[in-house]
């Protein structure tokens, strides 16, 4: 299975340098507020996707006073598919991955090797947010559930840019026309197939999560629903045209999540929020893993906060039982004594990481 075996660790955030053997299954790390416990975790998103889950300035990752940062990670395929070493180091205008000690000029080489999903208090904007969030989320699922959700994903992008240009200059040109429907029909159907797949494996997860509930998820395809796309351009043409940018299309879609009859966000307790945010990004992992033959890692950053023991005992037990590599920070160790499956404890002071035995 897909698992870190080793991480290596430097000049990133306050950490000291670290050496990791993180156990296969949940590995929790503790400390108090700024030790480095999210330090930790963000190190080990930054080699998978190369950006944190918190914030986008990469410059902030590296040590302050340092030039650069260095990160190593040996990733353990399935069993009977080896070993693949992945490196980054980076300073503040460039970067250089490896693959077994090649150079390899895309992070998508590194996030292919190690698939993460992280879970953090900003996730609840899944439900809570703007749109952008929950379509960035459908879509990331679809990159690691789908080999052609990429290439179909970029096709779109490059028709609506292409569009817009034209749109600019007041200007429509059939056959882009009909390429912007094309590709644009491609991804909605491709995005409603990815969250087919999700809800199917939602039924067990509900029971587990949130008992007693019923969640639906609806595609909003980013123009009225009673209508085609071609229709929906051509009724809105004039206001396209005023506003010289495309209006109705996959970038516009959203996700409409409900807990019975009413719109999560409306209705739902905070802590029942992050219980539905947990319980999609764990039939994510269900899915990826399914779809790739092995599972994935988690990062759970603060599994207390919001969370009741009841609730958090829910999720690692789940965690424990699923076969994913996890791990899971926590201000107060003792806060989880005793709940699920914990495999390893790492203690965080001051940057520093000791595995406690
Ligand atoms: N580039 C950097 N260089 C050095 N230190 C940094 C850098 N970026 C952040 N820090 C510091 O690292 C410390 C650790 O932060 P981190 O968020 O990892 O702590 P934490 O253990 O998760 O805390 P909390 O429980 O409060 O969430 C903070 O004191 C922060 O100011």
């Known amino acids: 299975m897909t698992r870190l075996a080793t991480l290596h660790v430097e000049r990133f955030r306050n950490l000291e340098p670290v050496d990791l053997e993180p156990a296969a299954g949940i590995n929790l790390i503790h400390g108090v507020n700024g030790a480095g416990k999210t330090s930790l975790l963000e190190a080990i998103h930054t080699l998978s996707l190369g950006r944190s889950f918190r914030g986008n300035n990469a410059n902030e990752l590296i040590r302050h006073g340092a030039d650069d940062l260095l990160l190593r990670a040996e990733v353990e395929a399935r069993s009977g598919r080896g070993v693949h070493r992945l490196a980054m180091q980076r300073d503040r205008r460039s970067m250089v991955l490896r693959v077994d000690q090649e150079n390899v000029p895309r992070l998508s080489e590194l996030a292919r090797l190690l698939p993460v999903l992280a879970l953090h208090p900003q996730s609840d904007d899944l439900v809570l947010g703007s749109p952008d969030h929950r379509r960035r989320f459908l879509d990331r699922v679809g990159f690691y559930a789908r080999t052609d959700f990429h290439e179909i994903h970029r096709n ?202």
């Open 156 to 357: 779109f992008q490059r028709a609506l840019k292409q569009r817009n240009a034209l749109l600019r200059r007041g200007q429509r040109e059939p056959a882009w026309e009909r390429l912007y429907l094309e590709t644009a029909g491609r991804l909605e159907a491709a995005r409603r197939d990815v969250l087919a797949d999700l809800e199917q494996r939602m039924t067990d997860l509900l029971d587990r999560m949130l008992p007693g509930h019923r969640l639906t998820l609806r595609y909003l395809p980013g123009y009225r629903q009673d209508l085609a796309l071609d229709e929906a351009i051509r009724q809105g043409g004039e206001r396209e045209r005023d506003q010289q940018a495309s209006l109705f299309g996959p970038h516009r879609a959203d996700l409409k999540i409900a807990l019975g009859d009413h719109e999560a966000r409306q209705v739902a307790s905070r802590g029942q929020i992050k219980m539905l945010v947990v319980l999609l990004h764990l039939a994510v992992l269900d899915l990826w893993a399914e779809v790739r033959g092995e599972p994935a890692v988690v990062l759970f950053d603060d599994l207390a906060s919001e969370l009741d023991a009841d609730n958090r005992r829910r999720v690692l037990d789940y965690l424990g039982q699923s076969g994913h590599q996890a791990f899971v920070s926590v201000i107060a160790a003792d806060a989880i004594d005793g709940e699920g499956d914990i495999q390893a404890r790492f203690a965080v002071e001051d940057g520093q990481v000791r595995k406690m035995v």
